[in-house]
């Protein structure tokens, strides 16, 4: 079956970076697409364009989007490589946190017609790359599930 993508991710991406910005835990604001020149600093990416997963009649479908959250520290020993696999380990814990009944209690509010079902870890927070002047990024590879209506 052929893939369907959808211009979905550039709303959902902006909504998204807004919503882990109410994280409270988090040290620093997250950014989208962009780490910036300081240390510590965060950010949101979208991995691919996003893609509908499965597709009814009446023009709703169930949307994909991808991302990765990541995190660039001073890997200047490992304490603060452990506290960067950490904190995003605690940032997917978040978003991914259910109540008894199995739903979601922290997911974005995107808009009117696209509404947000799950959040799910794909890749448990890593290193993503090192570089000479002694940073390092970290990341965690996360799904964010939604339904669109149509009218």
């Known amino acids: 079956m052929e893939k369907v993508y959808t211009n979905d991710g550039i709303v959902i991406a902006k909504v998204m970076r807004d919503h882990l910005n109410t994280w409270s835990k988090k040290p620093v604001d997250v950014m989208l697409e962009d780490l910036g020149k300081r240390v510590p600093s965060m950010m949101v990416q979208q991995l691919s364009a996003s893609e509908k997963k ?5 023009g709703s479908y169930i949307g994909v989007w991808n991302f990765a959250l990541y995190i660039r ?9 452990v506290d ?3 904190c995003l ?10 109540d008894e009944n199995g739903d979601f209690v922290n997911l974005p509010r995107i808009d009117d017609k696209r509404i947000a079902t799950s959040i799910e870890l794909l890749a448990n927070p890593s290193l993503a ?3 000479e002047n ?4 970290y990341q965690a590879l996360l799904s964010l599930e939604y339904k669109v209506r149509r009218n």
């Open 89 to 98: 380990s605690d940032f997917a814990a978040w978003l991914t946190e259910q």
């Open 54 to 58: 499965r597709s009814y009649v009446n």
């Open 134 to 137: 002694g940073y390092e990024d």
């Open 73 to 81: 520290v001073n890997g200047v020993d490992t304490a603060s490589r």
């Open 129 to 131: 790359a090192r570089y």
């Open 84 to 86: 960067a696999i950490a």
